[in-house]
């Protein structure tokens, strides 16, 4: 039992190392050695009480101490009133430095585990931004910022705590080794009283810590997912007066998440008031029974007050180590998932995308693009989207892609973008395999999707996407606004390019939206234009008008056109269906 037990730790420990970098490990020994100077400094201050309490009680006894002797030796005096106002003095010294170390190391750990959490928070996302697309989609938005917050959070309380733990566990064990020193029967009971409180605590509390700690993990991302829902859907929600449904909703998830933090709340605090009962009555149990049994009891009274103040030192040590404990159990489902998150989810890492981010080369493209029979289909799902398809793209060529909706053609876009890696097949660039060159490839393309995001920001940082405001070309993004025939719209707006479109560009009109998608798209230099389904949240004149304003890319630049109407794909080069998971080249005289 006591073997698995150490074992469990042993664990809880190498994740936590493991997910440290090598700074953070040399930055926690130093977080170490302030809680052993702590320790000391706390012991010692108890230490030196004993000459105070005898010197109240017996002055014989007072100068009899060892402490006070050599104190004598150092100052030239046996004064018992000089030597009592220099203890005191030494002891107020010693509780000066004592809180001024621990002021200092609450500080160094908090600024410790804040910064430990920033870069786990920074690290957790970074994983997560370069996971395959299909986890954005099956894992959900409201686990994913469950993940960078709160179970980052957990990490740092966990640290908090093993700071707290290590020094009330110094302290314990010097300050039972002092009373063990002054009256070993006295240190036996305050030891089993110590290891009894610890136990029980632990015990009691272990597993409910535990499951309160999942269940509150779970809660949570519940809670985020309804706001999120509430939040995001607020336009169709006012229309359709369901305001009250998704607060019930709201209400009733934020108080699945309460049940939980109250357990955490009882059992980080009841512990206290418990182990305060276990000590005062086994305590006095030791002291009437001692009171009855020694005669010359009453003679070690100096002697039994300073081991009080110990053993009454004790008291908030042992109730920290309980609720530290309880506090780690209720975290650890936190630093179990953010271990799995840097220790299993790092492929695209590995693969060395990360290391191909600052590359600003596109591949070249002066032939065509192929897709040699490429098979697609969802995890779980034995039915295949894409079966064996091929397609070929030629430079300077406009292909359009048709077919019935859930048809695949999305899955296409999405399969030539790289966000769905294909089970078999290749797609090549002029010869080049774009899984070997999957940033360098993605500098080819431009994407413009039916539901567009825009960020809550300007004009400037929506067409300049992910650029950094020092490298951005004012210059370029006027001209590719003309190609979307926007300028004059943006050149009409009172701030230009610094014109806040609000949040997901409620600000603009749909058509707007479309040309402010099609700039950013074109700022890139993509040679491969993919607009999927660019238009189909637009009515037919809108449409109509937005398509023979894009009409003078055709020729400048290779564009493939995914659309539900057959209108939007009339001047393409080439028209394909998506039939049973293959592109079917179409007549275009028979469909128009």
């Not at 949570?220 to 006012?238: H, M």
């Not at 774009?434 to 567009?452: L, N």
């Not at 004009?459 to 490298?471: S, T």
């Not at 074109?522 to 607009?531: A, D, K, S, V």
Request: glycine fraction near 6%; aromatic fraction near 10%; proline fraction near 2%.
């Amino acid at each position: 039992m006591i073997i698995k037990k150490i074992n469990h730790w042993k664990s809880y420990i190498s994740k936590l190392l493991y997910i440290l970098t090598k700074r953070q490990k040399m930055l926690l020994v130093g977080l170490v050695v302030l809680a052993f100077i702590s320790s000391i400094l706390q012991t010692l201050g108890v230490y030196m009480i004993s000459p105070l309490v005898s010197a109240m009680t017996d002055s014989d006894v007072f100068l009899s101490n060892s402490i006070i002797k050599r104190i004598a030796e150092n100052s030239g005096t046996n004064d018992v009133r000089q030597l009592f106002g220099i203890i005191c003095t030494l002891v107020a010294l010693i509780y000066v430095i004592k809180e001024i170390v621990s002021v200092f190391q609450l500080w160094y750990a908090a600024k410790y585990g804040a910064k430990v959490q920033k870069e786990l928070s920074e690290g957790v996302i970074r994983k997560y931004m370069y996971r395959e697309y299909d986890f954005f989609t099956s894992y959900g938005t409201a686990n994913i910022i469950r993940d960078v917050t709160n179970d980052t959070n957990a990490v740092y309380v966990i640290l908090t705590c093993l700071s707290s733990l290590i020094t009330e566990a110094i302290t314990t064990l010097m300050i039972i080794i002092y009373i063990v020193v002054a009256d070993v029967k006295m240190s036996i009971v305050v030891c089993l009283l110590a290891m009894i409180c610890v136990f029980i605590m632990y015990r009691f509390f272990k597993n409910i810590m535990k499951r309160s700690g999942e269940e509150a993990r779970v809660r949570y991302a519940e809670n985020r997912k309804v706001l999120l829902e509430s939040v995001e859907g607020i336009k169709e929600i006012q229309v359709m007066k369901k305001q009250n449904f998704f607060l019930q909703r709201y209400s009733e998830t934020y108080q699945k998440t309460q049940a939980p933090q109250i357990k955490q709340s009882v059992a980080t605090s009841a512990p206290t008031y418990v182990i305060e009962g276990i000590f005062v009555v086994g305590i006095m149990l030791y002291i009437g029974i001692s009171a009855s049994v020694d005669k010359s009891f009453f003679s070690k009274l100096p002697m039994l007050a300073s081991l009080l103040v110990g053993a009454i030192r004790l008291l908030p040590s042992v109730g920290r180590i309980s609720n530290n404990l309880n506090n780690i159990n209720y975290y650890l489902p936190g630093l179990n998932n953010i271990f799995d998150v840097i220790e299993k989810q790092s492929r695209f890492t590995k693969n060395g995308l990360e290391d191909k981010i600052d590359s600003r080369n596109a591949l070249p493209f002066n032939e065509k693009l192929e897709l040699k029979n490429i098979c697609w289909k969802y995890e779980n799902s034995d039915k295949k989207v894409i079966d064996n398809l091929d397609l070929e793209v030629v430079r300077g060529q406009s292909i359009g892609i048709i077919g019935k909706s859930g048809a695949g053609k999305s899955t296409l876009a999405d399969i030539i973008l790289q966000l769905h890696i294909p089970q078999s097949g290749t797609i090549v660039l002029d010869g080049a395999n774009i899984m070997d060159y999957p940033y360098e490839y993605s500098r080819v393309i431009g994407y413009v999707p039916q539901s567009i995001y825009l960020i809550d920001g300007s004009i400037r940082e929506n067409v300049a996407f992910g650029i950094d405001e020092n490298e951005v070309d004012d210059d370029k993004i006027w001209n590719v606004l003309k190609k979307a025939q926007l300028d004059n719209f943006v050149s009409d707006s009172e701030n230009g390019l610094d014109t806040i479109i609000g949040e997901r560009g409620v600000k603009f009109s749909g058509g707007q939206r479309q040309r402010l998608a099609i700039a950013r798209a074109l700022y890139r230099e993509p040679q491969i234009l993919i607009l999927d389904e660019a238009t189909s949240a637009l009515d037919n004149e809108t449409e109509k008008a937005f398509m023979q304003e894009i009409e003078h890319l055709y020729g400048q630049i290779t564009m493939i056109i995914i659309a539900h109407r057959l209108s939007t794909v009339r001047n393409c080069d080439k028209v394909y269906e998506i039939i049973e998971g293959k592109a079917i080249e179409k007549n275009k005289e028979q469909i128009f």
